[in-house]
């Protein structure tokens, strides 16, 4: 079936740095994809949907200049945390949708980052 | 708007024994349902989904859920579990297809634990 790779996995970052998760659709086109955050015992909260070729659309209370989204192929999507604070400490999933009559969602493996 | 409430964080049950995972939605207009689970270290897989037609709906690894929509629940149920079955399990609603720009509303999820 399709598979949705997220990299890094795991990311442990200081304080004031800038950390990159990308998000790729490895044997489908992905026109659209959705990026998800989960604090431990929460629900996956959504962030943002990203379109190829476009400006992301963001969630009421997501900072866009924070978490800086760019779709630049149909098979990567890329999640940029700016200038991380402890308090950006979660997990972070992505989600592509294949097209087509049978479309479908697949999602990421996450990506938990911590920061120092 | 779309809200999904998982009533159990937690639920352990003994090998071979029945399991019912809650979820109860609230929505003003017609929704589709799903039901995904989460391996340690994984993505998302979609168990099961409904989308209209009969409202007994049968999934993966010998999963059923049932829509119900009088009492607005979409309950998640197998006759018998077996170890592997040990996961986090997330009931999400969507208002479309998973089509166009429409992403999930997930609930908090429910730790199923096997118990040998």
């Known amino acids: 079936g399709a598979v949705v790779s997220q990299h890094p996995s795991r990311v442990i970052c200081k304080s004031g740095t800038s950390v990159k998760i990308e998000c790729r659709s490895l044997?489908?086109?992905?026109?659209?994809m959705f990026w998800y955050r989960q604090f431990p015992k929460q629900s996956l909260m959504l962030m943002a949907t990203?379109?190829?070729?476009?400006?992301?659309?963001?969630e009421q209370g997501v900072e866009k200049d924070k978490f800086l989204i760019n779709h630049a192929s149909l098979t990567l999507s890329t999640l940029t945390v700016t200038s991380a604070h402890p308090e950006d400490s979660s997990f972070y999933i992505c989600?592509?949708?294949?097209?087509?009559?049978?479309?479908?969602?697949?999602f990421g493996s996450g990506t938990q980052l911590s920061v120092l | 708007a779309q809200s999904v409430t998982q009533l159990d964080s937690q639920v352990p049950v003994f090998e071979e024994a029945p399991v019912e995972l809650r979820c109860n939605y609230s929505?003003?207009?017609?929704?589709?349902l799903f039901w995904y689970v989460q391996y340690p270290n994984q993505g998302l897989q979609l168990l099961l989904k409904y989308l209209s037609g009969s409202t007994l709906v049968k999934g993966i690894n010998g999963f059923e859920a049932e829509f119900n929509k009088s009492q607005t629940s979409f309950h998640l149920r197998k006759p018998s579990v077996h170890i592997s079955d040990t996961a986090e399990y997330f009931c999400a609603v969507s208002r479309g297809r998973n089509s166009g720009n429409t992403p999930l509303v997930f609930g908090k999820g429910t730790r199923l634990s096997v118990i040998a």
């Open positions: 929505s003003s207009v017609s929704v589709y």
């Open positions: 990203s379109n190829e070729g476009s400006k992301a659309t963001y």
């Open positions: 044997d489908f086109q992905a026109t659209t």
């Open positions: 989600s592509a949708r294949s097209g087509g009559a049978n479309e479908k969602l697949f």
